[in-house]
C-alpha cells in the first residue's frame, strides 16, 4: 500500500492491535496480523484534517453517514478499537466549541433537552416498562431488564436506609421511577427535579395515575435553584445526573446538597465515572450529551470530605452497565425500523454507535460507574453491617 491511495488507509495502521480488512475502491488492504476480526468499507475518504482533529469525531461521522460501512459485529468493532484509544488523536485547540462550553443554567438547559426532550414515545419503545435510562442491576444472570432496573431502584434504596415518614430528594430524577418506588415501599414523602419538560411531563402522569399527588411532587427545576431554607431532606439521590453538572459546578453540587440534607443524612450519589479529569470523547459531547463530563472517582471523594460528607462506601457496577447497555441494544434494534422511518437512518446509525461504544467502553474498563454512599456529619444510627 501507498501512502497516496489514502491517508484514512495508512491511519488506520496503527490500529493494529487486531486483524482487520480496509476496503477502498475495490482494493482490500489488512491491518494487523491474523485472521481478520472484521471488514471497513470506506465509501467515501475522510480528510487528513478531519482525522487528526479527532479520530473519534471523524470516524463516528463518517459512520453516521455511511461514508463507512461495517461487515461484522458492531460492538466487537468498536471494543477493538476503543480497546486502542492511545492512537486516537485530539486536537483540543480546534474543538474547542465542542470541549469546552459553557455551563450555566440556561446552557445546560439546553444541552439535557437536546437529550432526554427527545420524545417519550422514543424513549419508552426500547427501555423498559418503568422507563429506567441508568445502569440495572443484575441479581441473577437470567434477570430480564425489567427486573434488573427493580433491582437497581431497590439496592438504591435499600442503601439510603427508609423510614416510614421521612422526606427524600431525587436530583434528576428522570421519568420518576425512583420516587414513585419509594413512596410506595417505604411511605415516604419524595420530591424530584429534571429539566427536562418530558420526563417531567411523564411524571405528573404517573403520580396522577397512582394517587399519589400528596405525597410525591417533580418539578421542573434547575437542582441549583432548590431552597435549602424551604426544606431539608433526611435523604437524598442522584443517579446518573452528576455526568450533566460540569466539572466547574461540582463544589457547588455538593456545597447544595450538603444544605438540603439534615444532619446525619444519608446521601447516595451514582455515577459513571471516568478514570481521569480529561476531556471526554468529542462525538459523545457533540451528538450525544453535549457538555457531559464524567466525574473521576478521587475528585468526588476528596469534594465530599470538603462538605461535612462522610463516605460509608464506594461500590463499582461497570459490568452491570455493560449488560444494561446490551440489553437497550437489542431492545433497540427491535425497532429500528420504526425509529429510522421517524428519525432517519442517520440518527439510528448514531444511536446504536452510542449505546455499542458505551457498553464496550464499560466491558474493557475504560469507563466506570460508582455508587457512593455517605453521611452529612457522623451518623451512629444506622446499622453498622452492610445491612443492604
Not at 488523536?89 to 426532550?117: F, R
Not at 457512593?372 to 453498622?384: S, W, Y
Request: aromatic share 12%; net charge negative; hydrophobic share 35%.
Amino acid at each position: 500500500m501507498h501512502l497516496a491511495d489514502s491517508f484514512l488507509v495508512h491511519y488506520l495502521n496503527r490500529f493494529d492491535k487486531y486483524c482487520f480488512n480496509v476496503i477502498l475502491h475495490g482494493k482490500t488492504y489488512t491491518v494487523g496480523e491474523g485472521k481478520p476480526v472484521f471488514q471497513v468499507t470506506i465509501h467515501r475518504d475522510i480528510p487528513k484534517s478531519e482525522l487528526l482533529a479527532s479520530t473519534s469525531l471523524a470516524l463516528g461521522e463518517a459512520y453516521m453517514r455511511k461514508d463507512i460501512t461495517i461487515d461484522g459485529d458492531l460492538f466487537t468493532v468498536l471494543k477493538c478499537l476503543l480497546e486502542q484509544t492511545s492512537q486516537f488523536s485530539l486536537d483540543k485547540n480546534a474543538l474547542g466549541s465542542i470541549l469546552y462550553t459553557p455551563e450555566s443554567k440556561a446552557k445546560q438547559k439546553v444541552q439535557v433537552s437536546s437529550h432526554y426532550d427527545l420524545g417519550n414515545d422514543f424513549y419508552n419503545s426500547w427501555l423498559d416498562p418503568s422507563m429506567s435510562y441508568s445502569c440495572a442491576y443484575f441479581k441473577h444472570t437470567d434477570d430480564t431488564l425489567e427486573q434488573a432496573q427493580h433491582n437497581k431502584v431497590h439496592y438504591i434504596l435499600d442503601k439510603l436506609h427508609l423510614e416510614r415518614g421521612m422526606s427524600l430528594l431525587d436530583i434528576g430524577c428522570g421519568w420518576g421511577y425512583l420516587l414513585l418506588e419509594a413512596a410506595q415501599k417505604y411511605g415516604v414523602k419524595g420530591y424530584g427535579c429534571t429539566l427536562s419538560k418530558e420526563q417531567w411531563k411523564k411524571g405528573q402522569e404517573r403520580i396522577q395515575k397512582l394517587g399519589l399527588e400528596g405525597q410525591v411532587q417533580i418539578d421542573l427545576l434547575d437542582y441549583r435553584d432548590l431552597n435549602e431554607s424551604e426544606r431539608k431532606y433526611d435523604r437524598i439521590v442522584s443517579v446518573g445526573m452528576l455526568e450533566h453538572v460540569g466539572r466547574s459546578n461540582y463544589p457547588l453540587y455538593m456545597e447544595k446538597a450538603n444544605h438540603l440534607l439534615v444532619d446525619g443524612g444519608v446521601f447516595m450519589l451514582h455515577y459513571i465515572s471516568g478514570h481521569d479529569e480529561e476531556i471526554g470523547n468529542p462525538w459523545m459531547r457533540k451528538y450525544i450529551f453535549p457538555g457531559g463530563t464524567l466525574p473521576s472517582l478521587r475528585e468526588i471523594i476528596s469534594l465530599a470530605y470538603d462538605y461535612d460528607f462522610q463516605v460509608l462506601d464506594v461500590e463499582s457496577l461497570r459490568r452491570h452497565y455493560y449488560k444494561t447497555l446490551h440489553c437497550w441494544y437489542q431492545n433497540f434494534e427491535k425497532v429500528r425500523d420504526a425509529i429510522s422511518q421517524d428519525k432517519g437512518e442517520e440518527f439510528v446509525r448514531m444511536w446504536e454507535l452510542y449505546l455499542c461504544g458505551c457498553a464496550a467502553s464499560f466491558y474493557i474498563g475504560s469507563i466506570d460507574i460508582h455508587e457512593i454512599l455517605m453521611t452529612k456529619g457522623t451518623n451512629n444510627q444506622l446499622p453498622m453491617i452492610r445491612w443492604y
